[in-house]
């Protein structure tokens, strides 16, 4: 009887356990699109991106001497380890992430999803294509061929405009629902529309030098549309705040150099120097674009080396060497890779714009953890001010719509107001207010006074390629903290003109794109390193040797 139970009880327990369906490779943590909450995923993809745009802007703003590049030849300011991240961020995470949102947020009407989704994959793969030439796309993101193979630079800029368009259609349609949580727009679709059609003006500004017919006449429709960026409440930005941690919500840039030991970024010489001196008198951001911790020249020199060098031969008088000023800003020379000094604390830092850092009131005092705004800035990825810039440079190449004195005007009025204002959103308002009034600082007749020495240096000049310096010059300091569009820029129009030198009288060729990734190229059987970083993108046929 005994023995009758228990065959009774095993064959009950089998039974139990044979019936349930078990799927022993389903992990029960892993989010899978069954279980995906489609607001959560784009708040991932919203945040993958402002990595992205960090990761791609850094390199353009040390190739175009917004920052320095601690590498002494531009073969080693490009090396291929360096972008390991970037890729697998574009790859692994922004377009693997948007590919799974798609076709859920589409089958709940979820269109405004749709469209910012799009919108971010089609920036991306033009930030790639800009950054490295031919990428992945077409056999990208699949889990049957781990071996993608490039597609040529002008297919994906079609395939990104092809996004652009379906993005925009999406952006007009009426939606089940806004996104929970818009961390660019708020869920505006007007305002997301105004982007996508701001990428498309960037677009066609790239090719203008390889088709000169079809980007006139987009860039034309563009502007009679009246869907661009256009004011400060469209600014495409990420804003960061001044949590340490759980999470660390601050301004990378700022978590990198505001510690108690100090560190981070170099500033660059060049800039710093065009900021400060190339006008007759101080540009009036300069005070928020960099912060020093000292207010003279060090004479030590075991902390800036360079003051018992020569200036290099290939150097010309004119260009700045080692201090760029008398007055304690302390940053590297272009491609400058020597050590790091005991300098931590008292060279030159991030101000309040855009990283969220101390504005410079001449206090003199070093950097410090949750010093000035507390990392509370923003990533200036698409600016008003930058439209006027790029459609100040149209207007004079291309011949498109609009005059380019007053799109010049209007770029330096709207950065002028897009640094101030974030300025003075910051608990560094009360600073700033109280250092101008004792220094009988009146902030909008520095403006005026700004203005009218560039456009009274435009009214002088006598050719395109000298009015064309003065817009690039213009739009490169606008873009501070933006080393995508500088990057862009410069191998476009090769301006500003007349950049400081390397240190070395031999650098190597300037860097017009970047390697691949180690990773890629060692992981997969059909990416071929390029013979060097020479290779110019698809839009970029300027002569060899046009860039220094």
């Not at 368009?165 to 089940?176: H, L, R, S, V």
């Not at 008398?326 to 714009?353: F, K, M, Q």
């Not at 070093?366 to 149209?394: K, N, Q, R, T, Y």
Request: overall charge neutral; glycine content about 8%.
């Amino acid at each position: 009887m005994i023995r009758k139970i228990k065959l009774s009880l095993l064959t009950l327990v089998a039974l139990i356990v044979t019936s349930c369906s078990l799927d022993l490779l389903d992990n029960p943590n892993a989010v899978t699109a069954r279980n995906t909450d489609i607001n959560y995923l784009l708040n991932q993809i919203q945040l993958s991106y402002a990595t992205h745009f960090n990761q791609m802007s850094d390199p353009g703003m040390r190739l175009t001497r917004m920052l320095n590049s601690g590498s002494a030849i531009y073969d080693n300011a490009v090396s291929p380890i360096s972008w390991d991240g970037a890729w697998n961020t574009a790859y692994a995470g922004i377009m693997t992430d948007v590919k799974t949102l798609i076709p859920l947020a589409e089958a709940q009407n979820l269109s405004v999803h749709v469209g910012i989704a799009r919108t971010l994959r089609a920036s991306v793969l033009i930030n790639l294509v800009d950054a490295f030439g031919d990428v992945p796309y077409s056999e990208a993101i699949d889990l049957a061929n781990f071996n993608p193979k490039v597609d040529g630079g002008a297919s994906v800029y079609a395939a990104a405009l092809a996004e652009l368009d379906g993005a925009i259609t999406n952006f007009a349609a009426t939606a089940a629902a806004l996104p929970a949580e818009d961390m660019y727009y708020g869920g505006s679709a007007a305002n997301w529309t105004r982007y996508a059609n701001t990428l498309k003006l960037k677009m066609a500004l790239n090719r203008r030098l390889i088709d000169k017919a079809g980007a006139t006449s987009a860039i034309n429709a563009l502007i009679a549309g009246g869907n661009l960026i256009s004011t400060q409440a469209q600014n495409f930005r990420f804003r960061f705040g001044s949590n340490l941690n759980n999470p660390d919500t601050r301004h990378p840039r700022y978590a990198g150099q505001y510690s108690p030991i100090g560190g981070g970024d170099y500033q660059s010489n060049s800039y710093m120097g065009t900021l400060y001196n190339a006008k007759g008198f101080p540009d009036p951001r300069i005070r928020y674009y960099f912060y020093r911790p000292v207010i003279v020249n060090s004479t030590n020199v075991n902390e800036i080396r360079c003051i018992t060098n020569q200036k290099p031969a290939h150097y010309k008088e004119s260009d700045t060497f080692c201090y760029p000023t008398t007055v304690g800003y302390w940053g590297r020379d272009h491609l400058s890779n020597e050590g790091i000094p005991p300098d931590g604390l008292v060279r030159t830092a991030w101000g309040v714009y855009p990283a969220g850092g101390l504005y410079d009131n001449n206090a003199a005092r070093p950097i410090g953890l949750g010093a000035g705004a507390g990392g509370a800035g923003i990533h200036p990825i698409m600016m008003a001010s930058f439209v006027d810039f790029m459609l100040a440079e149209s207007a004079l190449t291309l011949g498109t719509t609009g005059t380019p004195r007053a799109y010049l005007k209007a770029g330096i009025e709207k950065s002028m107001a897009d640094v101030r204002s974030l300025a003075l959103s910051t608990n560094e308002a009360g600073k700033i207010n109280a250092f101008e009034t004792a220094q009988g600082i009146v902030w909008a007749a520095e403006v005026t006074k700004y203005v009218n020495k560039v456009l009274a240096d435009y009214d002088a000049a006598t050719t395109d390629d000298a009015r064309l310096n003065i817009i690039g010059t213009e739009y490169w300091i606008a873009l501070f903290g933006n080393g995508i569009e500088s990057y862009n820029l410069y191998r476009r129009t090769g301006k500003p003109a007349n950049q400081q030198p390397a240190l070395e009288a031999n650098p190597g060729p300037f860097a017009r794109s970047l390697y691949y990734p180690t990773s890629f190229v060692t992981r997969n059987i059909n990416a071929v390193q390029k013979a060097n970083a020479a290779l110019p993108v698809f839009w970029d046929n300027n002569p060899t040797g046009f860039l220094k």
